[in-house]
Every structure is written in C-alpha cells, then in structure tokens.
C-alpha cells in the first residue's frame, strides 16, 4: 500500500499537487506523503529504497502520435506470428533506408588523457552522401540491401524485383516499412502488387519497432563512425556492402543483436 501511494505520486508531476517544480524532490514527496513527513532527508532515503524506489536518470521517450498505433502495431505481431509458425511459405522482412556521407561521424574513441580529443579527419569538398535500402528476414536475419547514390521511386521498384528473386518459393511476403511519401506512391505501390509484396506500414513516429534499426547502429558502430576513409569514398562504400554482405545467408548473431531471437523462443 506505501510503494503505491508512493508511486501514483511520483508518477504525476509536482505542479499537479500545486508545486511549482518539473521534478520531485525528497522534502517535495515529504510534503504530499503524510507518513514520509516527519522523517529526515536520509530517512525518507532509506525508506524510498526499500520501497524500491530511487533517484535515476531520465530517458529521452516519445510517444507515437498515431491513431492506428495498436491497429498497425497488431497487423505486424499478427504477421511476425505467422512468419514463425510457417518460414517456408511466408516470410516478414522489416525494410528502411539509411544515409550516410563521405565525412565521418563522432563517437567516442580511445584517446590519450588530457585535453586532447581523437579527431574525425575530413578532406576538402562536397560531403557527399550514398543511400541504402534493405531489408532484414524476421526469422532467419538475412539481410538484402541496395546502395547507391540515391534511393527513388525506381530504385525501389528494382529492389522489390529483387526481393521477389531471393524469396521464390514465398507464398506472401510481408513488407514492413516506415511512412516515407514514396513507399506510397502509386507506382512504387503497383511494384509491390505485381512482385506479391504485401505491405504494413509502422506507425508514425515509432522507429522503436523497427528491427532494421539495429542494424543500422551495429554498421555505423563498426563501419561508419570516426573511419579515416573521407579521401576515399569507393573504399567506405565497399566496406559498407562487406559489412551488410556478412549476412546475406541469414545471421543468429544479428537476429540476437536486434532483439529478435527472443521473440523465437
């Protein structure tokens, strides 16, 4: 009964209980949980903790301002089922598109200590960007992916062809793709008719339920961020398709990277 009233406080923000703060603090909570008020800042401590409850950090969160959020995000969960149940004939493929640039991108590296940084070495010039496209297999993690200069209303008509080619003996595929204008653009829409793609869309806003973004951290991890290759485009594209190559025939690891091989057992 105490860890709930507890909770059902800290859950609102102070302003609700007429305190002008963003964030509770301990004399705050002392002052709106009537058993918590007589003890000290160290008292209240100690009970919050054995309540289970303690001072963390915030996470940035958003919430899909979707409508059909639960409609789309159960048509996906309804088709990962069936993909389990029969991988032979039925396939879901989560799609997306990235783009990155000749410059490379900041991470954190191994340094010296003191007030030098590890440097991100540009060259001189456009920062040219190349696109990808690609798709990861729910059941198995195989990976199909096109790159080039840019991703368009053709590209992706080719790349539909050829997600048709790699999965023959599918009797439906399911395609999970995010809102981007030309994934519904009539053609691109026909394409996807004709090669016996079916559609789902994510909800807006909800890159979270979305696999493939995992994918794209663990190449911008190993391939993309802080590289020495910014007067060497063609190489940085090369080892871009080796990285995604690496799971053309399907990868445990990657389906484990990515959270879904517990969606297996």
Known sequence: MAREQVIEVIEQPPRAQGLARSRWRLCDLGAVVSWLAGLSAAGQHKVLRRLGISHKQALHFVTSPDPAYHDKRWAL??????????PEEVVLLFSDELTFYRRPSLAPAYHLQG??????REVPGYNTPTR???????????????QAR???????????????QAYPQATRIYLAQDNWPVHLLPEVLAAAKTHRLSPLFFPTYASWLNPIEKLWRWLKQDVLHVHNLADNLDELRRLVRVFLDAFQYGSADLLRYVGLDSMLD
Not at 77 to 86: D, G, I, P
Not at 115 to 120: D, E
Not at 133 to 142: E, F, N
């Open 132 to 146: 990808l496209v690609a798709t990861l297999d729910g059941y198995s993690g195989r990976v199909l992916f096109e």
């Open 77 to 86: 969960l309804h088709a990962f089922a069936e993909a389990m149940t029969n």
């Open 115 to 120: 007030k030098t940084q590890p440097l991100a």
């Open 150 to 164: 840019q991703i368009g209303k053709q590209e992706l008509i080719r790349f539909y062809a050829a997600i048709r």
